[in-house]
């Protein structure tokens, strides 16, 4: 399947739907009685004319959001979303669209929809339209909009979000429920498809278990060059960010609270004292360093656990 997207500007939980502001996960916001003093929801022209309304106060009074589609003041990304569906009803919104109503990400300033692929249309600056074949397994409902599954979504966001945005998202995704096994069925079962190499990759390149964000970028540094740590594991009675058992060796990324608290720090030494006294390697690197430069500590821990694997053979 593959997305002949008509061009636009440029712009993260897996199968539930958190409340975002303008929209609930749980409810479907009913349309209230439109009359000239209301602000209901968007609705099509027909609607706002049959509900009493003379044709020249919706065009003076009324928003154009779409084509045929109208609202009483300005429209929120979830009266958008709304619109789309309204004004094309064979359309499924997806990508950043669907994303948002996953309660993946925050507002996005460029919205997607799915289209057939003979649709001719011209999207305002705000819509990227994606023209397709989309298979109905792959349409979900959300907030009673048709939505792409939350696979297909993930495999849409990595196609049109920066990497640093897309790897975050895919990370966060997993850490917080969605199902790998999702993705892996997605791509086993349309082979072939645009977007598959990448979603593969990504998938082997998740970061699920991180505790802090300077965690999640040494993780995928580590994985990019083949290394996989348990993360967050538990040795003895102490919890550790990243650990070898093969070498046994523990890596530590300190936040700003190791050197400012000395609380903390009497009670960390303590903790690398046992560790090591119990036969451990214990290397520790600044929040910092590893922000700075993930792939340069990722070489020496890769180099470190490798040799010592190999001494311990």
Not at 55 to 60: A, F, G, H, K
Not at 189 to 218: D, I, K, M
């Amino acid at each position: 399947m593959t997305a002949n997207s008509t061009p636009a500007q440029p712009g993260h939980s897996a199968d539930s739907t958190p409340a975002q502001p303008g929209h609930s996960a749980d409810s479907t916001p009913a349309q209230p009685g439109h009359s000239e003093g209301s602000t209901p929801g968007p609705s099509t022209f027909r609607q706002l004319v049959s509900s009493g309304l003379h044709p020249s106060t919706v065009s003076r009074r009324f928003t154009r959001v779409l084509p045929t589609v109208h609202m009483r003041g300005e429209p929120s990304t979830m009266d958008r979303c709304r619109a789309i569906a309204l004004w094309r009803p064979d359309a499924v919104l997806s990508h950043r669209s669907a994303a948002y109503l996953r309660g993946w990400t925050t507002e996005p300033s460029t919205l997607d929809a799915t289209v057939p692929r003979s649709a001719r249309l011209r999207p305002p600056p705000w819509l990227r339209l994606h023209r397709r074949a989309l298979d109905s397994r792959l349409v979900d409902e959300v907030e009673s909009l048709p939505c792409t599954t939350p696979a297909q979504t993930m495999l849409d966001c990595l196609a049109v979000l920066p990497r640093e945005e897309a790897e975050l998202l895919i990370d966060e995704r997993l850490k917080f429920g969605l199902d790998p096994a999702s993705l892996i069925c997605l791509l086993e079962r349309f082979p072939g498809r645009r977007g598959n190499a990448e979603l593969a990759r990504q998938v082997r390149l998740a970061v699920t278990r991180f505790a802090s964000e300077p965690e999640r970028a040494l993780g995928r540094a580590l994985h990019r060059i083949g290394l996989y740590l348990e993360m967050n594991a538990t040795v003895g009675s102490f919890v550790c960010d990243l650990v070898d058992r093969r070498s046994r060796t523990i890596i530590e990324v300190d936040g700003r609270e190791f050197h400012s608290a000395a609380e903390v720090f009497s009670k960390d030494r303590h903790r690398q004292n046992a560790l090591v006294l119990g036969g451990w390697l214990v290397l520790r690197y600044s929040a910092f360093d590893v922000l700075a430069a993930p792939d340069v500590v990722a070489a020496e821990i890769a180099s470190v656990v490798r040799r010592r694997r190999e001494s311990r053979r």
